[in-house]
């Protein structure tokens, strides 16, 4: 062998979620029922009258590469949508469109980070947030949140971690994986932190329109609106609100020239996002917004649902996320304990174990910065997770 590999490749880890959910199919594949609670998407088609805008593209041979930084009718629909919707304006030249919001969270963190910046990662955090920032060659900056308070960000800890070296923080809130919403004093706290230190603000919106118990405030409408002047970068999906997580269109807003910065980069690795899935995302946010209605109140009878039960297994303690569509219940009563002959020393064994006991498959915490915790996603079917849950209890009651 005369070749090595980029010490980048030896930084990173690979995606927890991913890999559980790899591990589902190639069990289903071998013919066992595997019911996953692992999966981070909705389980309903894209609505149709989306795939027939896509349809509608591909006869009109609107099949050629757009504009880099996406077509200009649907960055002017994505303005359209930010000022009704989030009530922020902005204008096409603002607007990126990539190929999906996790290319938009990439491309901030390759613009924005460097070698020898840190970067705020509050946990538990989506797997890929640490990662984004090494493949930027920075160093990700692990702080507390407050599970008793909503997941919200512990400031002290914060202050503890503090270096002149830090240069942005990336918030997620609807939370992927503990569902929380941060409330808006939290975020404008951070936000006048950001501002004093001159930290660059990437916000993860991809859940805004999964928000069950109140109403969703944008990151950027809290900084414009107490007048606090941060930086920030909203990043936003199609993916989750309109059940097209396999179209990969997401899109960033922020100041113009961080958003140059990021087309610039996006030009040299995938240049635009495919023009079909940009014709339907016109669609799905001009269109008839019922179907994101009817798909938010399933998953809120989901939720409730999957939260009783939760709470109802043995020794399993479970808040009630605001948003998303993922439980984070705490199975730390289990580590120590022994299940199939085997000790359950941390959330990947106990994962490992109810998988392998009675085929359900979940996500560890610990891939989330969250030692104890496991993720569940309740997007999925109410009889899925009834028959899911009464599993996981079984492979509860077998562990001594």
Known sequence: MNYRLADRVHKIQPSFTLEMATRSAEMRAQGIDVINFSV??????????????????????????????????????????????NDIEFDPADILVSNGEKQSLYNACQALFDVGDEVVVFAPYWVSFPEFVRLANAEPIIVKTMPNQNFEPDLKDLALKDSPNI???????????????WGEESIINLLRLAKENNWAVISDECYERLVYDGHFISTEKLNREHNIGASVITC?????????????????????????????????????????????????LNGDQSCVIEMKNAFLKRRN???????????????????????????????GRVGNDELLKDTFNISEYILDCTQVATVPGDGFGAPGHIRFSYATST?????????VRKALNRII
């Not at 240069?167 to 919403?181: A, F, H, Q, W």
């Not at 990969?248 to 958003?259: E, F, N, S, T, W």
């Not at 009889?383 to 599993?391: C, P, T, Y």
């Open 167 to 181: 240069k942005g923080v990336i918030m997620n809130s609807p939370s992927n994986p503990t569902g929380s919403v």
């Open 305 to 335: 649902l999957m939260i009783e039960l939760l709470n109802d297994l043995p020794s399993i303690k479970c808040a009630m996320p605001g948003g998303a569509f993922y439980a984070f219940p705490d199975f730390s009563a289990y580590i």
């Open 236 to 284: 936003i999906s199609l993916s989750k609100t309109y059940a097209m997580t396999g179209w990969r269109i997401g899109y960033a807003a922020g100041p113009r020239d961080i958003i140059k910065a990021m087309s610039k980069i996006q030009g040299q690795s995938t240049s635009c996002a495919n023009s079909i899935g940009q014709k339907a995302g016109i669609v799905a």
């Open 40 to 85: 981070g998407e909705p389980d309903f088609n894209t609505p149709v009258h989306i795939r027939k805008a896509a349809k509608e593209a591909m006869d009109d041979g609107f099949t050629k590469y757009t504009a880099g930084p996406g077509m200009i009718e649907f960055r002017e629909a994505i303005c359209k949508k930010l000022k009704q919707e």
């Open 383 to 391: 009889e899925i997770i009834k028959k899911g849950l009464a599993r």
